[in-house]
């Protein structure tokens, strides 16, 4: 099993960065792939990037692609989403979720979740 904790949300201005982080429990990190997700109120919840389990492959929504970067440390059992430019649009909670080997962009295929980290972006 892997339990996930996200860090890093929080408040900031249209066109600047936040780093998010995700820091997984359980001996078998490196066995799975990681996606991050967001959800605003009254939305879907959104794929926004993945990562396969080796950190080889990355996979970006069209909306966040220049912008976004997702990468992993599994010596440390943290993925990490570096967010540039953000946008107003992009206020939602962000969530982490695992599942083994290789990333989806559904949601519903990710065993485990983390609990969310707020990002806030003022315009």
């Known amino acids: 099993q892997v339990q996930l904790a996200e860090s890093g949300g929080g408040l900031v201005q249209a066109g600047g960065s936040l780093r998010l982080s995700c820091a997984a429990s359980?001996?078998?990190?490196?066995?799975?792939?990681l996606g991050w997700f967001r959800q605003a109120p009254g939305k879907e919840r959104e794929f926004v990037t993945g990562?396969?389990?080796?950190?080889?492959?990355?996979y970006y929504a069209d909306s966040v692609k220049g912008r976004f970067t997702i990468s992993r440390d599994n010596t440390k059992k943290t993925v990490y989403l570096q967010m540039n430019s953000l946008k107003p649009e992009e206020e939602a909670v962000y969530y982490c979720?695992?599942?083994?080997?290789?990333?989806?962009?559904?949601?519903?295929?990710?065993?485990?979740w983390g609990q969310g980290t707020q990002v806030t972006v003022s315009s």
């Open positions: 979720a695992a599942r083994t080997t290789f990333y989806r962009k559904t949601w519903a295929e990710y065993d485990y």
């Open positions: 359980g001996r078998t990190f490196s066995n799975y792939a």
């Open positions: 990562i396969n389990w080796g950190g080889g492959t990355t």
